[in-house]
């Protein structure tokens, strides 16, 4: 598959065809972003442009997103990639018709991602997703999947945990939202790729909801998104730490 965007299109293209039980929830949005001192790229500045979709349906749930990054000030042949990921969830609750919650675990599924863009990129992550119900969390889930690389000069099989989360916090007639994820590749397969942690939540702040009312509450965010990348692509001591300014419209 060239792109992670023609499996995020079609899964979207196949929506209405789907009878209405099959589908609980769904999302599409778009994010522009800009930000600085980005590491092992062509431009220490960049902007991107991210297409993203999620939601649940009969048997699981899904998350998918396509980056479009233009390199800005770059001198080489290149100046812009893509990057993509689609994220399938397969709820063992759903699917077997009985809860599965236990304390503070609501459901438990089975959990698979697929990353894909332009140079060594290309992996497949498989494992165990479990989800849960904690204070001031809008959701929190955790993944922990085992990493094959797929493409070659990828170095990066081995294991990984990410969490995922959401919160938000009323203000006057509108909310703040913080969410994220961090990808911590605790176990490498191979030398010369390092343990790596990646942090990347965004604080954002409704402003469809303080401008045009109640009515586009959840449509319109602006913010800042933090990224800190410690031995990012695996590379010891390169540890990228930058913010950007966001503005995410949802469809």
Not at 94 to 116: H, P, R
């Amino acid at each position: 598959m060239k792109n992670c965007k023609w499996l995020a299109l079609a899964l979207l293209a196949t929506q209405p065809a789907m009878a209405e039980e099959m589908i609980q929830w769904w999302d599409v949005s778009a994010t522009a972003l800009h930000g600085t001192d980005y590491d092992l790229a062509p431009s220490h500045r960049q902007t991107t442009i991210t297409l993203e979709t999620a939601g649940a349906w009969k048997y699981g749930d899904w998350f998918a997103f396509q980056d479009f990054i233009n390199f800005n000030g770059s001198n080489v042949s290149e100046d812009n990639t893509t990057y993509g990921e689609i994220s399938p969830r397969f709820s063992l609750g759903k699917i077997s018709g009985k809860s599965l919650e236990m304390g503070a675990i609501t459901d438990v599924s089975l959990a698979f991602t697929l990353e894909e863009g332009e140079g060594p990129v290309t992996s497949f992550l498989y494992g165990i997703g479990v989800d849960f119900a904690l204070p001031y969390f809008s959701y929190f889930n955790v993944n922990a999947y085992r990493r094959d690389a797929l493409s070659s000069g990828n170095n990066s099989d081995g294991w990984q945990l990410t969490p995922v989360f959401r919160m938000d916090f009323p203000v006057g007639n509108s909310t703040i939202v913080f969410d994220g994820f961090f990808d911590w590749v605790f176990s490498a397969d191979n030398q010369g790729y390092e343990e790596n942690f990646h942090f990347n939540p965004q604080l954002k702040y409704d402003l469809g909801a303080s401008i045009f009312g109640e009515h586009k509450k959840n449509q319109l965010f602006v913010g800042v998104e933090y990224d800190y990348w410690q031995n990012k692509y695996g590379v010891d001591g390169i540890n990228q730490n930058t913010y950007s300014v966001i503005a995410k419209y949802h469809f």
